[in-house]
């Protein structure tokens, strides 16, 4: 896998460079870049398969290197120390990343699902989705990308009725009577989703408000979906879920 | 109607079948109370007949100062049994007719006032009458209490005469009295506090219902007070008769000054038939007295005065003394309020002292973790420690904190910067500032540095260079920070978060401090920016 790795401290590349040569053998870098305009260079004259993309790049982002491509088919593993914004947007794409200082076992991971998409030659369009979360404000994010075993699916958030817990996978119950198994934690979806309104009504269940019919007492607390099911709320959620709903 | 036009009515003129006796006017009748008509001489004027009094229903008098004679009769009503009647008749008291029947033989039919109701009539005398008082007492003896009692006074009224004055005032038993009895024209009354009551005392006479008592104030020329009765309660003469007397509150003289006393006769001057009676001798019925009334509130004796002194000057402490407690509240809520304010301030400080940028710490982990994968190990460790070092600082909640370890907290920063973009940097400062014994408050300047780093020179890599100095001025202490960098607009709001957590630190700073003790100098250029921190009258 030719790659390129993107940050401006160099520190950082000589660290990324370091670890790739030990744990990935695989991947060969072709170039570092330091700047955003140095960036673009090499991803032009390389054609790499992989890029690492550090985000916060003093005044600018690693985002504009990619505004700044006019084609795309790489697989990137973006990287940084700390930034929240870049990293929810980066979360709705379903796009892989890694915080520093690196931890050496979620790099052999990255590397590892990179390596997988480029062998199955999927077309990427979650750069694309990606920059397009971008222009919109945080809250107003209205589409998700899933990562499904062998395709990625963008799902609008309004057509998603549920998700269910499945041991490490989340089982997405969508509008259209369909089920999409994807292999992350509820928890990361509870947090991805909370700021959109999902409600986590119990630890293996997140419910989209908007498919909820009323609220049963049977059993200390069950919500009914105009789906006809009937989803636990457990005593801990039970306040914050009655609240959240009298607000709707 | 009828029996009260019959004894009210003014004139009532009828003829009289009796021939004229002794010059008296038959002709002329007037009623004299109850079933009583007279008729006097023919030459009297000022003939005042049938005076009633308040409370006295039955007794009514005539005065008559100019008749000689006089003729007194009674009429009865057809419907009253007339052998019922007994009368009687006193001569200045002295009984000359007693219990005596109506002599039924001499009843004559008569028309009353040319009414058309017939009446029985007969004459019960006639008198010589000048100079004496007639009363004749006339009852049913079906109703032996009702006596109707007709005077006749045919010798000049008396004018009233005051006796004394008394003043009742409270005491500890309760009340007690103090007499003027040394009655002129014109009397000075002082009335304490405690004297509640004014009692005027009376000459005794036969006709004191006919006197009634109105006070005046000379003031105002209007009438303040008016009695028509009088007590007999325990104001005995010395000849053992109850004297008239009445109760005056004190709370009818709202002010000290004159007021007039007058006693005079219910008699009203006017209203009569050939009445030829001038203001001047009707004033000689009147008694007129002055009383020249001080109130206590005005007037206070010695004691009194030292007493009220006293009182003023206790509330007045009392007063003064609330004030001071309330200032002293007021003072004492605002060093309150004051407290609390730098409290929250303080606690903003800290919360922004916290937010060392964790961009910086995780990159600088990033760093170390660089030398480890290189196996810099002695590196790693240095780092490492510097690193501890200054997470301690940020952790510590120390308010202040000395140049020298100020200086070390930068050292450890920059070195760590360093390792990510290899510049140069510099710490100087004054020979004659003490780093070890001067404090400032902690991470003052490590925002500011952050920003050169992060600003100024990161992309300038080694030739990029910072100078920090700490000078002493006078009494001021002078903190610089200045780079090689491209300098930054002032005028461009978004020039990072520390920058402006610093200035709004620096503003709760002199918000602690007081008087503005901290100022922030910015002076970017094209080649690098200068940051002059001063803390006025520190050292």
Redesign the interface.
């Known amino acids: 896998m030719k790659a390129i790795l993107i940050d ?5 590349l ?2 990324l460079r ?2 790739l040569e ?1 744990h990935c053998p695989q991947v060969s870098i072709m170039a570092t870049a330091q700047n955003i305009n140095d960036a673009v260079d090499i991803i032009e004259k390389y054609s790499p398969d992989l890029v690492f993309l550090d985000i ?1 790049m ?2 600018q982002t690693g985002f504009d290197v990619l505004k700044l491509l006019p084609t795309r088919n790489f697989e990137v593993i973006f990287v940084t ?3 929240q914004y870049g990293i929810q947007a980066v979360k709705f794409a379903a796009l892989d990343y890694l ?4 931890d050496i076992e979620e790099l052999i991971n990255a590397v590892n699902k990179a390596e997988h998409k480029l062998a199955t030659q999927i077309q990427n369009l979650q750069l694309d989705f990606l920059l397009q979360q971008l222009k919109k404000p945080e809250t107003n994010i209205s589409k998700i990308a899933l990562q499904m075993q062998s395709e990625i699916r963008y799902v609008a958030l309004s057509e998603i009725i549920r998700c269910e817990a499945d041991n490490t996978y989340t089982r997405f119950f969508l509008s259209s009577n369909e089920k999409i198994l994807v292999s992350k934690s509820l928890k990361e979806y509870a947090d991805l989703l909370r700021p959109s309104g999902f409600l986590r009504t119990h630890q293996s269940h997140l419910v989209n408000p908007k498919y909820v019919k009323s609220w049963l007492k049977e059993d200390g607390g069950i919500l009914l979906l105009t789906s006809g099911e009937k989803i636990p709320v457990s005593k801990p959620n039970k306040d914050t879920v009655k609240q959240a709903l009298q607000q709707l | 109607m009828k029996k009260i036009i019959f004894i009210f009515l003014s004139l009532i003129v009828a003829v009289s079948t009796v021939n004229a006796q002794k010059g008296i006017n038959f002709n002329h009748i007037y009623a004299a109370g109850g079933k009583l008509l007279m008729c006097v001489d023919s030459s009297a004027k000022n003939v005042f007949y049938a005076i009633g009094f308040p409370n006295q229903p039955r007794t009514t008098l005539s005065y008559l100062p100019e008749v000689n004679n006089l003729s007194i009769s009674i009429n009865f009503r057809k419907n009253i049994n007339i052998r019922h009647y007994r009368y009687t008749i006193l001569i200045d008291s002295k009984p000359i007719v007693l219990n005596k029947p109506i002599d039924m033989t001499q009843l004559k039919d008569t028309h009353a006032g040319g009414d058309e109701e017939i009446f029985s009539s007969t004459t019960l005398g006639i008198f010589p009458v000048k100079g004496k008082i007639i009363t004749t007492l006339i009852y049913s003896i079906d109703k032996p209490q009702d006596i109707d009692k007709a005077v006749f006074y045919v010798k000049p009224i008396p004018r009233a005469k005051i006796l004394s004055f008394r003043k009742r005032f409270k005491t500890n038993q309760g009340v007690d009295y103090k007499w003027i009895t040394d009655i002129k024209d014109r009397t000075r009354i002082a009335l304490t506090e405690k004297e509640d009551e004014l009692t005027i005392v009376k000459d005794k006479s036969d006709i004191d219902y006919l006197y009634y008592t109105s006070i005046k104030d000379k003031k105002t020329n209007k009438i303040i007070f008016k009695s028509t009765t009088w007590d007999y309660g325990g104001i005995i003469s010395e000849d053992h008769e109850a004297l008239p007397s009445i109760n005056i509150d004190k709370n009818i003289f709202k002010k000290s000054g004159e007021y007039e006393i007058i006693i005079q006769p219910s008699i009203k001057w006017t209203n009569c038939l050939d009445c030829d009676i001038s203001p001047k001798e009707t004033e000689k019925y009147i008694t007129r007295h002055t009383l020249v009334i001080t109130l206590a509130e005005e007037s206070y004796t010695k004691k009194e005065l030292y007493s009220y002194a006293l009182m003023a000057a206790f509330v007045i402490g009392l007063n003064f003394l609330l004030i001071l407690h309330a200032i002293k509240k007021r003072n004492k809520k605002k060093v309150v309020e004051q407290e609390q304010q730098k409290n929250t301030a303080k606690l903003q400080l800290n919360s922004i002292r916290a937010q060392l940028n964790p961009h910086f710490l995780f990159n600088a982990l990033s760093g170390i973790q660089n030398l480890m994968n290189k196996n810099e190990i002695d590196n790693a460790n240095k780092y490492l420690s510097k690193f501890a070092r200054l997470t301690r600082n940020v952790l510590d909640d120390k308010e202040l904190i000395s140049l020298s370890q100020e200086k070390t907290l930068l050292d450890d920063y920059l070195q760590m910067e360093q390792l990510r973009f290899g510049f140069k940097y510099e710490i100087n400062r004054s020979e004659n500032l003490d780093l070890d014994n001067v404090e400032i408050p902690s991470m003052l300047l490590q925002p500011f540095v952050e920003n050169a780093v992060k600003h100024g020179i990161s992309k300038k890599a080694t030739n990029g260079k910072i100078v920090i100095t700490f000078t002493k001025q006078a009494n001021d202490l002078v903190l610089t920070i200045s780079d090689n960098g491209n300098g930054f607009d002032t005028e461009k709001k978004n020039n990072g978060l520390g920058l402006q957590l610093s200035a709004s630190r620096i503003a709760l700073l002199n918000s602690i401090y007081k008087e503005n003790r901290f100022t922030l100098a910015i002076q970017p250029s094209t080649n690098g920016t200068k940051i002059s921190l001063t803390l006025t009258d520190w050292l």
């Open positions: 401006d401290e160099i520190s950082n000589e660290n370091t670890l030990k916060q003093g005044e120390a700390y930034d915080l520093k200082p690196i």
